[in-house]
């Protein structure tokens, strides 16, 4: 069994309220920091720990506090990210759902370092449910002292909101999220001055995800030199795996970056391998935007070693032959699946969420959607796969935020893998409408590299 | 419809919400409100009612619509009692969300984007909402519904009639 720091106690019957949560462990970690520790003493163990953002970018969290500006008499803001929406993403959720006080925690001991008084869970739309569970452990919390002012005698004043979103994928980028925390619509900003100098109503603020915030109480509880024992290199600690798609156990599993991608998949402890015994065709290992990769290249890296569910792993070979850990959504598609089909839906998802400010992602997503909905239904051209891919090179890197690239990256990947998947939808029109491509040669074993002279 | 003007519990929620925020922050309670405004006035934002939340938030009313009609869970027209919101995006449409569209389609006879006759039902197709593990699934109201087959479709079309009735 590998080993739990955030879901841990999260079977324990009641840990969802406060008592349960405090008698089993729960604010230890907010007593130690803001009792005998200071900001700067949890600011240098966050470092230590080299913990990742878990959003999907994976930048150094203490990299990212450090960054935070200072000036006097003006306040900062901590802002927690749960717009959670990159399609195959679901593990926020469950951290909120199930174990909100471990989110709470997280925030306390984090805005103290930052040295922030009010701190705001900007929480998607469409989880109208877990506000009120988040709310509910606020007001316990409060009550036992945790926030409110003089947080344990410390002089440390703390209140936490939650604000809820209203649909939109593109709040879970950071400018975007502040925007629409002013009341706005979610229209990225553009960088610089980035947030730590001007943020939320222009005032110094750091936004972090959810499972990033909640990683500080292990990190705390147990030191950061302690926590890189976890993992490999420098993916440290643990990582929050949602898995889906064609697989016997979907959920979210709690992972040492420290196995590989092909137990991940068919021990049961977590995916319990392909459903119905079908073949594994394809994977995206990192929520929507990331690369999708054929079995044979997802199991093993190009050089022929065995892939590893670590940041570093995943992104071996670059995007030619790699991928990314992203945002931990796992999606799993059987020899059934078509890659054509599942390419358009992701298309269409990013048309619908391009906030519409630059014209490459605004105007490209919805060609891409269009050129993949004739391939699909029979009515493409040879030329609209060269097409695709000349849209998709036109948008990536050319766009204020990471949407455009976000959109165009698994366009760019489900023809650098699977063209002949697309060659067959525009040679076989009517056929493409009855039946898939199926595997075909995508979960064969890779030729051996060519040894290095 | 009935004037559009928030009942005293909910105008007493709006000044909490406001309070949330620094002093003359009170723009960031548009979405807020705009939610508690949907939900007090059948379902929907008519002019009317983004018109009342500027006066209320002391904003234009162009910065109350040009925030309405950004995001998706905003309906900028009526939708029937029920409204079902489908997702389709890629882990839903591998484990069968095409053929629970078609079905419910079938079942009500309407399209996506439309209202049975007697507006009980809205249909609508949605973009991920994060339930990936658990698909098929569908939005209704506050709560998801997920792990949905055909039996378990016509559970809540049944569930939904006789919440109607009883009402």
Known sequence: MGRKLLLDKAHIEGIRYYDTYRSNGGYAAAEKALKTMGPDAVLEEVKKSGLRGR??????TGLKWSFIAKPEGVPRYLVCNADESEPGTFKDRYLMEFIPHLLIEGLIISSFALGANSAYIY????????????????????????LGKNILGTGFDLEIYVQRGAGAYICGEETALIESLEGKRGNPRIKPPFPAVKGLWQCPTVVNNVETLAAVVPIINIGGDEYIKYGTGKSTGTKLISACGNINKPGVYEIEMNISVEEFIYSDEYCGGIKNNKRLKACIPGGSSVPVLPANLLLKTAKGETRMMTYESLADGGFATGSMLGSGGFIVMDEDQCIVRNTLTFARFYHHESCGQCSPC?????WMEKVLKNIEYGKGKMSDIDLLWDIQRKIEGNTICPLG?????????????????????????????????????????????VAAV | MAEVQFSEEK?????????????????????????????????WLSAETMDYVATLLQLEPIEVYEVATFYSMFNLKPVGTYLFEVCQTGPCMVSGSDQIIDYIKNKLGIGVGETTADGLFTLKTVECLGACGYAPMMQLGKHYREHLTPAKVDEIIAECRSKANAN
């Open chain 1, 55 to 60: 959003g999907g970018a994976g930048f150094p």
């Open chain 1, 123 to 146: 929480i998607r739309g469409e989880y109208a449910w877990i506000p009120d569970i988040l709310e509910q452990a606020i007001a316990e919390a409060k009550n036992k002292g945790w």
């Open chain 1, 362 to 366: 605004r105007e490209g997503t919805g």
């Open chain 1, 405 to 449: 690239d976000a959109a165009a990256w698994p366009v760019a990947a489900a023809i650098r893998h699977f063209r002949d998947e697309f060659e067959w939808h525009v040679a076989h029109p009517q056929e493409a409408l009855t039946r898939n491509f199926g595997l075909a040669h995508y979960a064969d074993p890779l030729p051996a590299p």
């Open chain 2, 11 to 43: 105008l007493n929620k709006v000044k909490e919400i406001i309070a949330r925020y620094p002093a003359g922050k009170q723009k960031s309670a548009l979405i807020p409100v705009l939610h508690l405004a949907q939900e007090a006035f059948g379902g």
